[in-house]
């Protein structure tokens, strides 16, 4: 089965490593000539839960890679999707199928957009999370610390998941839920809740570049605070109906984590992975990504639901001030989603059915 894999981080070497193993065929194609040089060798290490090195071919176009492959997988940060996105657009057919891996704050709906616009529907596949807990360790390298253990996911168009739910458990083995619609999969993506809060407390030790794991600075002060924002997160999940899953329960089930609480959970997941070591810098994503494009995200769709969430609108107006940067105009805002003017259930059914074309397919 020929794979297409766009991006070149963490989450695209080593899907593309995993895949490759297995024996499939990956064609990766970055947007940045750097990394097609870097990768032109056409040789991937994998260390961790993966080990050996493989062998991929690197495309010069988006097209090339995409052209004939069952599978066609986005793997960037959310601030890439829609480069991504508008690049694979053009040379997507009806029949394949797209994987957004990992999904953050509905940016599915926007390959929907952009492919009714050309009359066309492929199945859209949205998970969760990366499957892959991973650094990139070089151009061409990367370290796998696990393999997830349960990742949801969800089709747009809705009916096709089950086809779709077949394709990856053939690929990556029996380790998805398969959810009703996409909504469900992008309000519980627990990334931001327990990447902002960590992070904030320990600014200091990321801008003096410590090696510092981030489980193990989350001590109960700022468990308290990651407590707090899953809270108003889960508030959003009663009111659109979707499945509920607590940010301790993710870890469980993710990561074999145990604990009853969020300390004892931290620190379960500290010595199972043993790592990665935390952010480094101050311009890094768990901010630039997690703030727009999920707390952002999930703060609309409290507005429109009535719902009070003080302290996400608070860490947006203040990681805002600190990176001088408006998150909320670069964000997953429901006017960028197509979602503006839409109740609850109205939204809710557009993440089932997606865009539906409006004119006959355009030739080519």
């Keep these: 089965m020929k794979i297409a894999i766009l991006g070149a981080g963490n989450v695209a070497l080593a899907t593309a490593c995993f895949l490759a193993d297995a024996g499939h065929p990956v064609h990766l194609w970055s947007a940045f000539a750097e990394e097609r040089a870097a990768l032109a060798g056409g040789r991937l290490s994998a260390e961790g839960a993966l080990t050996g090195t493989v062998a991929i071919a690197v495309a010069e176009t988006a097209q090339a890679a995409i052209d004939g492959a069952d599978l066609v997988v986005v793997a960037a940060p959310a601030f890439g999707h829609q480069a991504l996105?508008?690049?694979?657009?053009?040379?997507?057919?009806?029949?394949?199928?797209?994987?957004?891996?990992?999904?953050?704050?509905?940016?599915?709906?926007?390959?929907?957009?952009?492919?009714?616009?050309?009359?066309?529907?492929?199945?859209?596949?949205?998970?969760?999370?990366?499957?892959?807990?991973?650094?990139?360790?070089?151009?061409?390298?990367?370290?796998?610390?696990?393999?997830?253990?349960?990742?949801?996911?969800?089709?747009?168009?809705?009916?096709?998941?089950?086809?779709?739910?077949?394709?990856?458990?053939?690929?990556?083995?029996?380790?998805?839920?398969?959810?009703?619609?996409?909504?469900?999969?992008?309000?519980?993506?627990?990334?931001?809740?327990?990447?902002?809060?960590?992070?904030?407390?320990?600014?200091?030790?990321?801008?003096?570049?410590?090696?510092?794991?981030?489980?193990?600075?989350?001590?109960?002060?700022?468990?308290?605070?990651?407590?707090?924002?899953?809270?108003?997160?889960?508030?959003?999940?009663?009111?659109?109906?979707?499945?509920?899953?607590?940010?301790?329960?993710y870890f469980r089930q993710a990561h074999g984590a145990v604990g009853e609480t969020l300390p004892e959970i931290f620190q379960s997941v500290a010595k199972k992975l043993k790592g990665p070591i935390g952010p480094q810098s101050f311009e890094h994503r768990f901010i630039t990504e997690d703030v727009p494009y999920a707390l952002v995200f999930f703060h609309a769709l409290g507005e429109a639901a009535g719902i009070a969430m003080p302290v996400t609108r608070n860490l947006i107006e203040l990681t805002s001030a600190l990176y001088g940067r408006d998150f909320t105009a670069e964000g997953h805002t429901l006017a960028r989603l197509g979602l503006d003017g839409l109740d609850p259930a109205g939204i809710v059914q557009r993440t089932i059915d997606g865009f539906q074309p409006v004119r006959e397919p355009a030739d080519g």
Aim: glycine content about 6%; some cysteine.
């Design 85 to 249: 996105m508008e690049a694979a657009a053009p040379h997507l057919a009806a029949d394949q199928t797209v994987l957004i891996h990992p999904v953050t704050g509905l940016s599915s709906l926007l390959l929907s957009r952009m492919m009714a616009d050309r009359g066309r529907t492929p199945t859209i596949v949205d998970a969760s999370t990366s499957l892959f807990t991973a650094r990139r360790t070089g151009p061409a390298a990367v370290r796998v610390l696990k393999v997830k253990d349960v990742i949801e996911l969800a089709a747009i168009p809705a009916d096709r998941g089950p086809r779709a739910l077949a394709m990856l458990e053939g690929l990556f083995g029996p380790r998805f839920r398969l959810e009703p619609n996409a909504l469900t999969v992008s309000l519980n993506n627990h990334n931001p809740v327990y990447h902002v809060p960590p992070l904030l407390c320990n600014l200091s030790r990321a801008e003096k570049r410590e090696d510092w794991m981030i489980w193990e600075g989350i001590t109960p002060g700022v468990a308290r605070f990651v407590q707090l924002v899953d809270e108003e997160r889960l508030l959003v999940v009663r009111r659109y109906g979707t499945r509920e899953v607590t940010v301790g329960d």
